[in-house]
């Protein structure tokens, strides 16, 4: 069975690397035809392009043989998938404003095959809230996102923008893609696809609390559980988004990544992930913080003699809960020192989630590698075995494609 691609190549300094993306599809044997932005073309050429897909490339909405042969809106339906490749700040704008000026975005508004947006950009331009505001509205619409890389630009600035390697996203469109041997069950492959179509918010890590520019109220998470989990469920084929707090761990493959330091930006951040079939809160998110942040760095002594005057967060989970949109399962954490069932149960139900997954932190649960959980539902606590955190997600995951499945079925 083939699978198609179709490639759309936007202006900016990373559409060279979209070259050896087309090199890795093919060699997959994937089918892959490309459109070309003019801006595009600028950075990389139509020849080039055709070459390495063996496709002749797309550039224009106003070639009439071109039309009359195949048609735009066709060619944008062929594919099991468009992904925009790299995916500018001007191009983002105008997928999210619904514009239709040139072949690739018309393209994008006619398709009825999913999206993948692979952004590029300047750090600035990635960090503006018009772009932030438009990869919002996006992912409303059903886009995947990939989160970028952070490092060196080639503008010279430092930090996120950059386009992921092309091995990664390749195996972020693999994902994607349509199971090769989907509907051949003496071929299944043994890899289970049970949250395939749903959408699942994960928060990990720490939140930072800033005191001033350089000292912030924090914690010992190392989001290793949230990740594991978000990856677990990427593997089981959902559409995962990973709102993190400040943690140094590597993006699973597959995932959404959204990076927040305070327990505010985390909340902004899942209420403009929804709708989400389950939402799993395991970010260790601080309970309160400065009540005014500094503008330059405190004196010692304004710590001392003063104090800091502390003001609760928002309690993301039970916000949540009781949100119109709430997704139809969510499972909240409960880490306490000593035997944490009990204050979980009530977490439960003041929060309004459906699980709580409890766990003692008196050892070195909050960096280590293993953890042993309590799962406390309705139907009262289920302790489970010390496990490795990667097994606990697995295991997690299994039961929220099971408890999804019920409900779909209710
Ligand atoms: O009340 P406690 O902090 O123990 O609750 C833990 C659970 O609530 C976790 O799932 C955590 O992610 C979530 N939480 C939250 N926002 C807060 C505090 C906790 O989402 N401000």
Not at 125 to 145: E, F, I, K, S, Y
Not at 211 to 223: A, K, L, T
Not at 225 to 230: N, S
Not at 393 to 407: K, Q
Request: with cysteine; hydrophobic share 45%; glycine share 8%.
């Amino acid at each position: 069975m083939d699978r198609r691609i179709l490639l759309i190549i936007g202006g900016g300094i990373a559409a060279y690397k979209s070259c050896e993306l087309v090199r890795l599809l093919a060699r997959q044997g994937i089918a892959v035809t490309c459109v070309l932005t003019d801006a595009g073309a600028q950075f990389v050429t139509p020849m080039t392009l055709a070459t390495l897909s063996g496709n002749r490339v797309h550039t224009s909405l106003w070639d009439a043989g071109e039309e009359a042969e195949i048609g735009h809106i066709q060619l944008s339906r062929a594919a099991d998938l468009v992904v925009v490749c790299p995916a500018t700040a001007d191009l983002l704008a105008r997928m999210a404003g619904g514009l239709a000026g040139d072949l690739a975005t018309t393209l994008l508004l006619a398709t009825d095959t999913p999206v993948l947006a692979v952004p590029a950009m300047n750090v600035r331009m990635w960090q503006h809230p018009a772009t932030q505001r438009n990869l919002a509205t996006l992912r409303a619409d059903g886009v995947t996102v990939m989160e970028p890389d952070e490092g060196p630009m080639a503008c010279g600035e430092y930090g996120p923008g950059r386009l992921p390697e092309p091995e990664q996203i390749a195996a972020e469109i693999m994902r994607l893609l349509p199971d090769p041997l989907a509907g051949q069950p003496d071929f299944a492959p043994d890899r289970p696809r049970p949250l395939h179509g749903r959408h699942l918010l994960v928060t990990a890590g720490p939140t930072h609390e800033a005191i001033d520019p350089v000292r912030f109220i924090g914690n010992r998470s190392s989001g290793r559980q949230g990740f594991a989990i978000a990856a677990a469920a990427a593997e089981a084929g959902a559409r995962v988004t990973l709102v993190s707090g400040p943690v140094a761990l590597p993006t699973p493959v597959g995932v959404d990544r959204v990076d927040v330091e305070s327990a505010a930006e985390m909340q902004a951040a899942v209420i403009a992930a929804l709708p989400a079939d389950a939402a799993v809160m395991v970010a260790a998110v601080a309970d309160w913080r400065p009540a005014d942040a500094a503008a330059g760095k405190l004196p010692k002594s304004a710590l001392t003699d003063t104090g800091i005057r502390l003001q609760p967060n928002p309690d993301i989970l039970a916000d949540l809960g009781h949100h119109p949109q709430r997704p139809s399962l969510l499972v909240g954490f409960a880490a306490e020192t000593g035997d944490p069932r009990a204050s979980a149960a009530e977490k439960r139900a003041r929060k309004g989630a459906d699980w709580i997954v409890a766990n003692d932190v008196s050892g070195d649960v909050m960096g280590g590698t293993a953890n042993q959980i309590h799962l406390v539902t309705a139907n009262g606590a289920e302790s489970w075995p010390q496990l490795p955190k990667d097994e606990v997600a697995r295991r997690l995951v299994a039961r929220i494609a099971e408890a999804l499945d019920g409900r779909a079925h209710d």
